[in-house]
């Protein structure tokens, strides 16, 4: 009776290790719509998979040209202000498992194992690394896009879009991109523009004339008028308690791998199969994460009360 069982056991972990490689290509497929991170922040998975720490270096550049005696010695000197920061890297997991029943049936069926579970693991590591992306972690001392505190954090021209007028509105937008340029002396150029999902709504279905304040702005911007290309608005959960006093946020930024980057030294994995009791087998999945590394601050700004 314990021989059989044990010939059982070793059949059904070798029938789920065998499904592993059928489930992960099917769950790794699955799109995952409203997860916003990799839409939001370049994401860095060069780091070794193990590492513990990843170093990065915030950088202000600094000089002026002037006029000098054709034989002077005293030259204006250009240059980069740095400074030098660890972010570490954490360790987390989230698997999935089967029952033996399961197991039994899909062996006798000649079906494959359900993907349900492991869809829901993926699922449940997406949403960890969109929430520390975008909020941070305070267990671990991360801060996140819409809370960074780095990040010049002012209130918008008018703000209480509740009452602003449509021009008022487009002021305080174009004020918030234009405030990157004048911030980094026009070295940077915000070309993406977060909002809370209501003011979103608002822009979208708020008509001046015979157009929404949307297609006024998209066409209308300072970053569009400079450099004639899109201007990037996406809503953000969490952003209409982000700002100062619990009021809503605007944030403008550009969204560039030199400005910020979301530390994913090992993505979410799947290992072997093990036997867990008599009757389940799990498949552990297990990631290291570094957290958002926001490089050049001024690259990136608030505008609170909208």
Known sequence: MNMRHTFDAQAALGFVESQRSHIENEVNAEPLPDIQYPFLTPVDTSAHPFTQTVEFYSSELFGRAGWVNGNSDDIPLAGTARAKHKSAVFMAAIGYGFGYEEINVAQMMGANLQ????????????????????????????????????????????????????????????????????????????????????????????????????????????YTAMTGRPLNIRGVRGLETAGAGSTNRMIAYRRDMGVLKLHIPMPHRFLPAYQDGPLNWVVPGVFRLGGLDIRRPKAVRYADGI
Do not use: C
Not at 123 to 134: G, I, K, S
Not at 137 to 165: C, R, Y
């Open 115 to 222: 993907t349900e579970d492991a869809m829901a693991a993926r699922r449940a590591y997406e949403e960890f690394v969109d929430d520390v992306a975008l909020r941070g972690d305070t267990e671990k001392g991360m801060s996140g896009l819409i809370n960074h505190p780095s990040v010049t954090q002012a209130s918008a021209t008018t703000g209480n879009w509740a009452t602003a007028t449509e021009d008022q509105i487009l002021k305080d937008v174009n004020d918030a991109i234009l405030g990157v340029a004048t911030g980094t002396n026009y070295t940077e150029m915000a070309d993406t523009l977060l909002l809370p999902f209501t003011k979103l709504s608002q822009l979208a279905t708020v008509f001046r004339r015979d157009m929404t304040l949307m297609q006024l702005l998209q066409q209308s911007n300072s």
